[in-house]
Each structure stands twice: as structure tokens, then as C-alpha cells.
């Protein structure tokens, strides 16, 4: 068996960070020019630089990748090559006989690092409370040009060609019935899994579920008031909180070129996020998610030089006009859960998907499998079980 392009070869992983680049990253964190700040001004114009300083500080010199690195790394790893691009994924086998296979996806500016604190409970309920039959075997892939996987080689990664991509590992790793859960572009791309494989895709679960409003006023007007408010704030959110949104989807290159040599660069970028999305409750980032966690997950994104290519994912997403075509209906059943950060509208989503199952939660983000994993365990399983698995 070869490991060419075209291979369906499946090979380990140990992540293994040289020093030399955690070297290079503390010399470039020591060495930051940092900006100037206005007076009286705070996180509205952005992440503040003395916050920013600080974090920037102990990511040089307090925090300790290696027992990140560590901890990654006690859990099964592989890789392999999908339609020229290398796919790396977690895949943790529940012991379990009845187990369900479950990918679990994430987004931007996210990683694999998400889902840690799920794994222990979705692969080992009876360890963490819960019966036999909530089990199962997870797979969990970094999306191609995301951290581990890698920068992409070339353009056309298009969300629908990722779906294929992820379709074809589930296969490869032997699955052939299995359930779907993601968050954020994982939401983008779970759905378009079950479109391209619904004989083998059992279930979608999301959160963060993208809706958009249509063009039809027959439908607008059977939207309710609350469904009305959740498109104004959406709006808001694009007008005073998009611009990342703007900058990746048209110039992708230019920001690569600031996030790929500054890590206070790439910190600031990442981090701006978990304070915007975050539950509204939280203060600063770290109320809401571990800042160990952030830093873990900032530094996969510089470790592994993907800040371009995950930028350039959503320029193609801009530019995929198979992506904003209109579709059929889906089939598969599709579970929503929402958190106090989404702007899921349910009657658009139900124009798009075989909505079963719809949860709205007063606690927890737009990360949710690291803000509130205990109510994400417990919708994801709820949903299963409603389709007669656990």
C-alpha cells in the first residue's frame, strides 16, 4: 500500500511540537511592539492592549504546552490523505458494544481541543454517571487546512468538498451508519454530509446553525416577533462584530500575512472571539472558557502555520455558488440546539432541514462544547435517543 495521493492508507499520530518552535514563539511574544490604546476606550474597539499584553505574557512564560502537548496525546490519533489533503482526526472506540460512531466537528477559529472535555462521557457514560446505551465512538477531525491537518496545498475547499472529504474517513475507518454533531462551521458542513450521504449519515446534530433570511415575503411574514428580534440582532452582530467575517471571506492572504508572523497577532485575532461570543455573562474570555484552553488552542493555529488556509476556507465559502443555491430539503433528522450567542431562526431552518429536535438553552456561547459541555452531552444524546439509538 502506497501513501500517495490517492492512498486510503491510515497512519498514527503523535503531536510533537520541536523546541526550537516553542523557542521561536517566546522570543516573538518577548519581542512585541505593541499598540498604542486610546484613552477610555476597551474591548468595543477591539481586544485592549494592556488585557492583551498580559495573556501575551503568560502564554511566554507561563504556559506549559508540553502538558497540553501530553494530554493530546493520550488519546488515539491518525492521519491520512483525502482528495490530496492530509485529514488528521481523534478517534476514541467506546468499549461498548452498542456504541453509535459520531464525528464531532468544529469551527473557526476552533480545533479538536473543543471537544476534550466531551470525550471522557459520550465514549465512557457509565464512568461519568450514565447508562450503557448513551455511548459512542468518536471520531473527531482537525477540518482540512485546520490546525493538524495542515496548511491546504491548494484552492477549492469548498464546504461541500470538506463533507466529502469527512464522508470518505468515516468509510475509511469502517463506519457506515453514524450520527454527525458540529458547531459553527462544523455546522455549515455537518448537514452537507447528510445531503451527499444520506444512507449513511443517521443524524445531524448543531449548534450554531447558520439561518438566513429569504428574499420570499410570503415566507418573512410567517417568521414570529421573536424570530423577528433574532434577525435584527443578527444584522447588528454583522454590522459591529463582522469584520473578521468580511476580511477572510475577500482577503484572505493579506491578514495571513500579519497572523502568520506575529503570535500576538494571531492571539489577539483568536482571542477577540472568545470574548464576543462567548456567554454574555462572562466578563473576559477566561470566564467563560479556560485560559489554558484558549492558549492551547491559539497555539495549535501557530504551531501548525494554519491561519492562511483557515482564513482562505472562507473565501471559498463566499465563492461557492453551489453553496448559496437553492436546495432541496434535507432528510436526514437534524437536531438544533441553541445557545444565548446563536441566531437560529426555526421556521427558516425548517425550510432547509428535517428539523426533529429543538433546544434553546439560557446558558453557555457560541462555544459550546467548552463554555457548557454538560448541556451539549445531554442535547447531543437527547437527540439520538429520539431517533431510537441510546
Do not use: C
Not at 18 to 30: F, G, H, M, P, S
Not at 162 to 190: K, N, P, W
Not at 205 to 210: A, F
Not at 228 to 249: A, H, N, S, T
Amino acid at each position: 500500500m502506497t501513501s500517495g495521493p490517492n492512498s486510503r492508507l491510515i497512519e498514527p499520530h503523535v503531536i510533537d511540537v520541536a523546541e526550537r518552535q516553542l523557542e521561536d514563539l517566546r522570543d516573538r511574544l518577548r519581542r512585541t511592539r505593541w499598540a498604542p490604546q486610546l484613552p477610555g476606550t476597551g474591548w468595543e474597539r477591539g481586544v485592549p492592549t494592556d488585557y492583551l499584553r498580559g495573556l501575551a505574557e503568560y502564554w511566554a512564560d507561563g504556559f506549559d504546552w508540553r502538558a497540553q502537548e501530553a494530554a493530546l496525546n493520550k488519546i488515539s490519533q491518525g492521519v491520512t490523505t483525502i482528495d490530496g489533503a492530509r485529514v488528521h482526526f481523534l478517534h476514541v472506540r467506546s468499549a461498548e458494544p452498542t456504541a453509535t460512531p459520531l464525528m464531532l466537528i468544529h469551527g473557526w477559529p476552533g480545533s479538536v481541543v473543543e471537544f476534550q472535555d466531551l470525550i471522557g462521557p459520550l465514549t465512557d457514560p457509565v464512568a461519568h454517571g450514565g447508562q450503557p446505551s448513551g455511548a459512542f465512538h468518536l471520531v473527531i477531525p482537525s477540518l482540512p487546512g485546520y490546525g493538524f491537518s495542515g496548511p491546504l496545498a491548494a484552492p477549492g475547499w469548498t464546504d461541500g468538498r470538506t463533507a466529502a472529504a469527512l464522508v470518505e474517513l468515516m468509510s475509511r475507518l469502517g463506519y457506515e451508519r453514524y450520527g454527525v454533531q458540529g458547531g459553527d462551521v462544523g455546522a455549515f458542513v455537518a448537514p452537507l454530509m447528510a445531503r451527499q450521504a444520506p444512507d449513511h449519515v443517521i443524524g445531524v446534530h448543531v449548534n450554531g446553525l447558520p439561518t438566513f433570511p429569504t428574499d420570499d415575503p410570503a415566507v418573512m411574514a410567517t417568521l414570529s416577533e421573536d424570530e423577528r428580534q433574532l434577525l435584527v440582532r443578527m444584522r447588528q452582530w454583522q454590522e459591529k462584530l463582522g469584520g473578521y467575517l468580511q476580511i477572510q471571506g475577500t482577503k484572505p492572504q493579506t491578514i495571513a500575512a500579519a497572523l502568520h508572523d506575529s503570535p500576538a497577532g494571531q492571539l489577539a485575532w483568536i482571542v477577540e472571539k472568545f470574548r464576543d461570543w462567548t456567554d454574555p455573562a462572562a466578563e473576559l474570555p477566561e470566564d467563560a472558557v479556560d485560559r489554558d484552553r484558549i492558549l492551547t488552542n491559539v497555539s495549535i493555529y501557530w504551531f501548525t502555520e494554519t491561519a492562511g488556509s483557515s482564513a482562505h476556507t472562507y473565501y471559498e465559502r463566499f465563492n461557492d455558488p453551489s453553496m448559496w443555491a437553492p436546495k432541496e430539503r434535507g432528510t436526514v433528522p437534524t437536531g438544533v440546539a441553541v445557545f444565548p450567542t446563536d441566531f437560529s431562526v426555526r421556521t427558516l431552518a425548517e425550510r432547509s432541514h428535517n428539523i426533529v429536535h429543538w433546544s434553546q438553552f439560557t446558558r453557555g456561547g457560541h462555544f459550546a462544547a467548552m463554555e457548557a459541555p454538560d448541556l451539549l452531552i445531554a442535547d447531543t444524546r437527547a437527540f439520538f435517543r429520539s431517533l431510537g439509538l441510546g
